[in-house]
């Protein structure tokens, strides 16, 4: 794993797409703290199979179920829950 600074990803962000494209992970540091990893992208077979991209669609419904169930700020905007719905074509 190389670690880099926030500054630098800033400045030089090719250098942070070579090293992922090279299967190095990094990780993004602000003042030593850890930001995010950015982890290589997946291998070819990985990515095309419908293991993965079924589970990937799992986790993304799971994520915007969780946003969906809370109630919005500002009840002059539209919840999570019915952007999604309209975004879907469900809400029309």
Same mark, same amino acid.
Not at 27 to 54: M, Y
Not at 68 to 74: L, S
């Given at each position: 794993?190389? &670690?880099?600074?926030?500054?630098q990803?800033?400045?030089?962000?090719?250098?942070?797409?070579?090293?992922?494209?090279?299967?190095?992970?990094?990780?993004? &540091?602000?003042?030593?703290?850890?930001?995010?990893?950015?982890?290589?992208?997946?291998?070819?077979?990985?990515?095309?199979?419908?293991?993965?991209?079924?589970?990937r669609?799992?986790?993304?419904? !799971?994520?915007?179920?969780g946003?969906?169930?809370?109630?919005?700020?500002?009840?002059?905007?539209?919840?999570?829950? !019915?952007?999604?719905?309209h975004?879907?074509? !469900?809400g029309?």
């Open positions: 794993m190389e &670690t880099l600074p926030l500054r990803l800033l400045r030089d962000p090719k250098r942070v797409k070579k090293l992922t494209l090279a299967g190095i992970t990094v990780r993004i &540091t602000d003042g030593g703290k850890p930001l995010w990893d950015i982890r290589p992208p997946l291998a070819e077979d990985e990515s095309g199979s419908a293991d993965a991209e079924a589970q669609h799992r986790l993304w419904e !799971e994520h915007f179920a946003l969906a169930a809370v109630p919005p700020a500002n009840p002059a905007l539209p919840s999570v829950a !019915e952007v999604m719905e975004a879907r074509g !469900e029309r």
